[in-house]
């Protein structure tokens, strides 16, 4: 069992930063690949980034490519994202995802993947 709990989300203005936090509890965190996803009002929830649980790859939707940043910390069982030139359109409720099984970078993309979810965090970009 894992537990997830996002923090850093806010309201910013576009081309601001934000670093987006997930805290994991459960002994397996380490071997799980996480993902975040985000769903905007009126949209369905869309993946924005995966990191495998080594952290060797990564993956991310062509819409935040070169502008986000996905991280971990094993030993903090902590998740980033790392948020740059925000936009308005990437406001959305954000949330932390964890999956036991070593997807590739198709299924990494779904949200069928992951067995386990936080319970989202607001990220407002006014423009």
């Known amino acids: 069992q894992v537990q997830l709990v996002e923090s850093g989300g806010g309201l910013v203005q576009a081309g601001d930063s934000l670093r987006l936090s997930c805290a994991a509890s459960g002994r397996t965190f380490s071997r799980n690949t996480m993902g975040w996803f985000r769903q905007a009002p009126g949209k369905e929830r869309e993946f924005v980034a995966a990191?495998?649980?080594?952290?060797?790859?990564?993956y991310y939707a062509e819409s935040v490519k070169g502008r986000f940043t996905i991280s971990r910390d094993n030993a903090k069982n902590m998740v980033a994202l790392q948020m740059n030139s925000l936009k308005p359109e990437d406001t959305a409720v954000y949330y932390c995802?964890?999956?036991?099984?070593?997807?590739?970078?198709?299924?990494?993309?779904?949200?069928?993947?992951?067995?386990?979810w936080g319970q989202g965090t607001q990220v407002t970009v006014s423009s």
């Open positions: 995802a964890a999956t036991t099984r070593a997807p590739d970078i198709h299924t990494s993309t779904l949200e069928a993947t992951y067995d386990y």
């Open positions: 990191i495998s649980w080594l952290g060797g790859r990564t």
